[in-house]
C-alpha cells in the first residue's frame, strides 16, 4: 500500500470509527501493506513471543492506539502508543490539537550518546590510578572501538573516557565511563560488550579488581527537549494557563506532587517506547534518575506565560531508545508502529517521545486547571467498568453513558442498570 500524497495526523471524526476502519485510514497514511495490517491486527505469534524470551506460555495484549493531531518539527505524526490506561490516547490527541494551532512541537537532542561504567577498586592511590588510565585513553578507546567496528564504520563508537574517583562507605574506588556514540541502537549490547573488553587491560595497568562493567541508564548525554506553545484562547483562557503554571511550579519543589506529574509524563512516553518494542524500564529509570540529578526530585517540565499571555511549555530528560537489535526489529507490531511513525533514525523518536511526553503532562495539568483530572479519565474507564459487569456490545456505551453522566461508575451501579435497561426491554416486549 502506498503512502498518502498528503500526510496528515488530523483524522476528522477518527475516534467515531471501528477499530477496522481507523486501521484502515491509517496504513493509508503510513502506506502499511496488507502483511503489515494484517500483523497489527493479529499481534504477536506464539512461536515469535518463543523466541524473545524464555519460557514462554502464552502472549499478553496491550491495546494499541494512534494519538491524532501531532505535528512535530513541521511534519504531520500519527503516534502509535501501547497502553491499558483509559484517556492517555484520548488526552494526547487534545493536547496535540491545540498545540498545532500555534505550528506543534518544536524538538531537538543531544545525540545518541551512552555512558558505560567500568568499576575498579581495591586501588591504595586511586587518583593516581585516574592518571594512569587517562595516560592509556587512546590505547583503550582503540580497543574498545574494535569490539564493534560496524557501529565506529557508521560514525559510532566510544568518543570519549571519564573518570571519577568516587568515596563510597567500603572506600574509595575508581569509576571509567565510556562515552559512547550508538547511532541508532539503543546500545546496551555495544557498550557492554565495550566495558567488559576493556576490564582485564583496566585491572592491568591500575593493579586493582574490575567488578561492574556495564551501561547507566542515566543517559545524561543522550537528551531529548521538545517545547510547545498553547494559545490561552484555545485551551479555556488565562485562568486555565495560572492555573497551569500554578500546579507546575509545586511539581518543581515538591517531590510528592513532581511524582504524580511525572507519572503523567511516562504515560505517553512509555506508550511510545513499548509500542516501538524498545526497553521501558531503562527510559522510565534514566527519567527518574534526571528528575533528581540535582539532589532533588523535581519536574521534568516547566511551564511559562510569554508576552502574549500564551502557556509555553518545555521538557528535557534521557530518552535512550533505538530502531537496530531488540524487540523493534523482532516483533511484527513494533515494526509497523516505527513505520507509522515515519522516523529515519533513534535521534528522531527519541524527540517525538520527548514531544509526547509534554503533550500528555499538558492535558494532565489542563484537565487539573480546569474540569478536574476525573472528568475524561472516568468517562473512559466507565467503559472498561460495564465490560466487567458483563455488558457487551452497544450496552457497554449506553450504561458507560449513564454512569458518566450521574458520576457514579461502578460495577455495582452497572449491574443495576444493566437489570434496569433488561427490564424495559422485556416491558417493551
Known amino acids: 500500500m502506498l503512502r498518502c500524497e498528503k500526510v496528515t495526523s488530523r483524522i476528522s471524526g477518527f475516534y467515531k470509527l471501528p477499530p477496522g476502519e481507523r486501521l484502515k485510514a491509517v496504513a493509508e497514511q503510513a502506506g502499511l501493506g496488507q502483511e503489515e495490517v494484517s500483523q497489527v491486527k493479529k499481534g504477536l505469534e506464539l512461536d515469535q513471543a518463543d523466541k524473545m524470551v ?5 502472549v499478553f495484549q496491550v491495546p494499541l492506539g494512534i494519538a491524532t493531531n501531532f505535528v512535530i518539527d513541521g511534519r504531520e505524526v500519527l503516534v502509535p502508543m501501547a497502553t491499558e490506561e483509559p484517556s492517555v490516547i484520548a488526552a494526547a490527541s487534545n493536547g496535540a490539537r491545540m498545540a498545532r ?6 524538538t531537538s537532542s543531544s545525540g545518541p550518546v551512552m555512558r558505560g561504567q567500568i568499576q575498579v577498586t581495591g586501588i591504595s592511590d586511586p587518583f593516581g590510578a585516574r592518571q594512569t588510565i587517562l595516560l592509556h585513553k587512546d590505547e583503550l578507546t582503540r580497543m574498545a572501538n574494535d569490539r564493534d567496528p560496524l557501529l565506529v564504520k557508521y560514525g559510532g563508537g566510544v568518543k570519549d573516557i571519564e573518570i571519577q574517583v568516587i568515596d563510597s562507605r567500603i572506600g574509595p574506588m575508581v569509576v571509567v565511563h565510556l562515552i559512547v556514540d550508538c547511532r541508532d541502537a ?3 549490547n555495544a557498550v557492554n560488550t565495550m566495558a567488559e573488553a576493556l576490564a582485564p587491560r583496566m585491572e592491568e595497568i591500575t593493579g586493582g579488581r574490575v567488578y561492574l562493567r556495564i551501561i547507566s541508564n542515566l543517559a ?4 531529548a527537549r521538545a517545547k510547545a506553545v498553547f494559545k490561552a484562547e484555545d485551551i479555556g483562557g488565562h485562568e486555565v494557563v495560572d492555573g497551569i503554571i500554578q500546579a507546575a511550579a509545586l511539581a518543581e519543589v515538591d517531590p510528592y506532587r513532581a511524582a504524580t506529574h511525572n507519572k503523567g509524563i511516562m504515560n505517553g512516553i512509555t506508550a511510545v517506547v513499548l509500542a516501538t518494542g524498545n526497553d521501558t524500564r531503562a527510559v522510565e529509570s534514566g527519567a527518574h534518575a534526571y528528575a533528581s540529578i540535582q539532589g532533588r526530585y523535581r519536574s521534568l517540565t516547566r511551564y511559562e506565560k510569554n508576552k502574549d499571555g500564551d502557556l509555553v511549555g518545555t521538557i528535557e530528560l534521557p530518552v535512550a531508545v533505538g530502531l537496530v537489535g531488540g524487540a523493534t526489529r523482532v516483533h511484527p507490531v513494533a515494526k509497523s508502529a516505527v513505520k507509522i511513525l515515519g522516523v529515519k533514525s533513534a535521534d528522531d523518536l527519541s524527540r517525538i517521545i520527548a514531544a509526547v511526553g509534554l503533550c500528555q503532562n499538558f492535558a494532565a495539568l489542563r484537565a487539573l486547571a480546569s474540569e478536574g483530572i476525573q472528568r475524561g479519565h472516568m468517562s473512559l474507564h466507565a467503559k472498561n467498568v460495564a465490560a ?12 458507560a453513558a449513564r454512569m458518566a453522566a450521574e458520576r457514579r461508575i461502578s460495577v455495582d451501579r452497572a449491574v443495576e442498570l444493566m437489570k434496569e435497561l433488561e427490564e424495559k426491554g422485556q416491558e417493551t416486549n
Open 54 to 58: 524464555e519460557n514462554v506460555i502464552g
Open 101 to 106: 494551532e500555534s505550528g506543534g512541537f518544536l
Open 220 to 223: 545524561d548525554r543522550r537528551l
Open 186 to 188: 539503543m546500545g546496551a
Open 388 to 399: 466487567q459487569a458483563g455488558a457487551k456490545c452497544d450496552l457497554i456505551e449506553i450504561i
